[in-house]
């Protein structure tokens, strides 16, 4: 395995083929075809099996992918075969809406602690969650060593949560705020933004 | 110009330049380079320059580029220079968070409606919507003249409730439940999965 040469759009799509076989395995599935899988996926066969093969050898011509297997692999490329520790900063409607999120827990990820800088909402519930003040942040990510955070701000605050969680040590931030976060290199940002999305697609209407 | 050849990673990054003119554009700021513009979303100047171009000539070397006259082109490709109706599925957490969400209606968006299959929350209000069943949405949708859906229902349903929408004549779906969905070529689908945005990072901790 060759990992640091494998384009960023590869990865892209393995969280892609493991939702998908996971749901296959959910279903009693145990083994698939990458032209099954494509078809669940809508990506050509030959994308999969090109994707696929960069990690190694998975599939036997003829009899397809252990779905087993091939789960295990990519959650192990991925580092999902683990349980990452998850802040969340912004308790409005939307981090209330992924803190209640059940979605979350079986595919690596849960969160542990929510902040607000709104001293009116510190000291409030969010299912089991009590909200903390951002304050206290940067010490309390650090000192659990969590490296994962979503951001459910609003735009003009992001940036300098963004910093805070930076010198907090998190390294990968998944952004709601409608906004391009600036952080170094080795932190890596994923954006959620519903209407940069609808307009991706207002362009093919 | 010549839209039907432009490369769709060209056009999903329009929407990224549209918000941070914008945003620049809210500051006061009249003018800008590829330099300044490539600084604020984390994309090469050349990169810009190139993408821009593919759509023609919007700069002058040297005094850069007018963000009150990029701006309304990049909505006038984009098809965002107008306010399209949405509807939403799924008035659970999300969709609760989605239909109170603020940024959508300066961005070319607005919900309309509202629908879910849940019997004791059809009739309750969201913000300012009365939640509709369902069982009505083929209708409603095809009548308004609905091209545009987002989809917050669970997994399991996502599929049925996506080729309800394909029958009622939608085009574009945000799809927000964690499914890939088989639609037909013409309808255009873009996908919002947390889990699945957070472990294309965790391949790279």
Redesign the interface.
């Given at each position: 395995m060759n990992?640091e040469k494998i384009p960023d759009i590869i990865?892209?799509r393995?969280?892609?083929y493991?939702?998908?076989l996971q749901?296959m395995a959910d279903n009693g599935i145990k083994t698939t075809s990458s032209q099954e899988l494509g078809?669940?996926?809508?990506i050509s066969a030959a994308q999969i099996r090109k994707d696929i093969s960069q990690f190694g050898e998975f599939g036997k011509q003829g009899t397809g992918y252990s779905i087993a297997y091939l789960l295990d692999k990519l959650k192990e490329?991925?580092?999902?075969n683990r349980r990452?520790e998850?802040a969340l900063v912004g308790a409005g409607?939307?981090g209330?809406?992924?803190a209640?999120?059940q979605?979350?827990v079986n595919?690596?990820?849960q969160i542990v602690m929510i902040f607000d800088n709104d001293k009116g909402k510190v000291g409030q519930k969010v299912d089991s969650f009590t909200i903390e003040d951002s304050d206290k942040l940067v010490e309390r990510v650090k000192s659990a060593g969590i490296?994962?955070a979503?951001l459910t701000v609003p735009?003009p605050a992001a940036q300098s949560v963004a910093d805070k969680l930076v010198q907090a040590g998190v390294?990968?931030i998944?952004n709601y705020a409608?906004?391009?976060l600036?952080v170094p290199h080795n932190v890596?940002v994923?954006y959620?933004?519903?209407?940069?999305?609808?307009?991706?697609?207002?362009?093919?209407?």
């Open positions: 990992a990865i892209g393995l969280p892609v493991l939702r998908a749901r078809e669940h996926v809508g490329i991925l580092k999902v990452w998850v409607d939307m209330h809406a992924l209640r999120y979605g979350f595919r690596g990820f490296k994962i979503m735009a390294k990968a998944l409608p906004i391009s600036n890596k994923q959620i933004d519903p209407a940069t999305h609808l307009q991706r697609m207002t362009y093919y209407l």
